[in-house]
């Protein structure tokens, strides 16, 4: 559950580029001793890089076009919040959440 609710806590405190920060710590402390938190982990890793990724690629679009895409960033930093908690709340429940829209980063 740390990995999934890391997640959208580093996103909104670290500005929205450290969610990736809690799932790696989860990966890499209780990775190895349980195959369910390695995959819950490794879920929400993915997830996390890729949408920090499209949130930098979004902020370089809004640069490029000189503030007319300003709001992209905005709802691209929404979407691993949200997700996070969906992600979260079905880990409480005993199930493995696949994240939408996700690169297979870490296996």
Partial sequence: MIA????PLGVVV????LGWVAPLIALSV???Q???VRAHAAASLNFQLTWA?????????????????FFVPLLVAL?????GIIGGVKANEGTLYRYPM????VK
């Avoid at 670290?14 to 580029?17: Q, V």
């Fill in 4 to 7: 999934h609710f890391g997640g």
């Fill in 14 to 17: 670290g500005g929205s580029l």
């Fill in 30 to 32: 209780k990775g190895q």
């Fill in 34 to 36: 349980s195959p369910t």
């Fill in 53 to 69: 990724i499209a949130l930098v690629i979004s902020f370089v679009l809004a640069v490029v076009t000189c503030g007319l895409l």
């Fill in 79 to 83: 979407v691993p919040i949200i997700f």
């Fill in 102 to 105: 996700t690169y297979a980063f």
